[in-house]
């Protein structure tokens, strides 16, 4: 093969991969990304009629998962639960307010001694009808794959066949070839439960699913690389779950 071929070749895979790497365009890409990952406010179906008043109380976390428990806590998925009942048009009153007192009502709630609630019924609780809980049942990492293209072997067989100096620039320019492609998928479980503030009975409960992809994709070739990634966050997931399910709560007003 005559160097002036190899030479337009070369260029030729230059102009390709090179294709695959946007510099220019990283800082587009790198917002795009990123707005995958900001609040989506929810219009709920009933927000127009005021709802009674709740206290959300910190849930719990079922998942052992090191890598969910480092991101999400329950204190997170409250702060969730209080944003979103609020823009449901639900009376909340803020855990921040209660205090103290919030751990005694925790433990009264899921005792379900309604005797113990008694005495926190006046002043700020006086009006609480509910109390709301948001549990996160399931957080698994189920599938994982990657995949890629090391130019080494390409390199050194394009080398060995043309020889030379020709072969010698073309074994270079394909052994800097890297190409990868990984994805994970998430699988998170979230249960909302409802209790009488005044008996602590069971209103309702509901449970709903969401399924996320985590993914990356990277180039390198002759020095020039870049990625690409999807990063919508573990916690954004949470909090579209937590949407969910005040969706059902909403409905139930």
């Known amino acids: 093969m005559k160097p002036s071929k190899i030479g337009m070749l070369l260029l030729g895979l230059l102009a390709l991969l090179v294709g695959c790497v946007p510099a220019m365009q990283s800082s587009q890409h790198a917002n795009q ?11 709920y179906s009933n927000s127009g009629r005021k709802g009674p008043t ?3 109380l910190p849930g719990q976390i079922k998942s052992m998962n090191a890598t969910f428990r480092e991101k999400v806590t329950s204190n997170n998925i409250a702060d969730f639960g209080e944003l979103e009942l609020s823009n449901a048009n639900f009376g909340v009153l803020e855990r921040s307010d209660l205090g103290p007192l919030l751990d005694e009502v ?6 379900g001694d309604p005797t113990a609630l008694q005495k926190f019924k006046r002043g700020k609780f006086k009006s609480t009808k509910w109390f709301v809980t948001f549990d996160v049942l399931k957080a698994e990492k189920v599938a994982e794959a990657k995949s890629g293209l090391d130019g080494n072997v390409a390199g050194n067989i394009f080398g060995a066949l043309v020889g030379g100096r020709s072969g010698y620039v073309g074994d ?3 052994s800097s070839t890297k190409l990868g492609d990984s994805a994970g998928v998430w699988i998170v479980g979230m249960r909302y439960k409802i209790v009488d503030a005044s008996t602590t009975e069971q209103v309702t409960t509901g449970y709903h699913e969401q399924k996320m992809e985590i993914g990356k994709k990277g180039t390198s070739f002759l020095g020039v690389s870049g990625s690409e990634g999807q990063m919508v966050t573990l916690d954004s997931l ?13 409905r139930k007003k």
């Open 238 to 250: 949470v909090q579209r779950l937590v949407q969910q399910c005040v969706g059902d709560i909403d």
């Open 172 to 174: 270079v320019a394909l």
């Open 54 to 56: 709740v206290i959300v």
């Open 33 to 43: 990304i990123a707005d995958q990952a900001m609040y989506q406010p929810v219009q």
């Open 106 to 111: 925790s433990l009264a709630v899921n005792m």
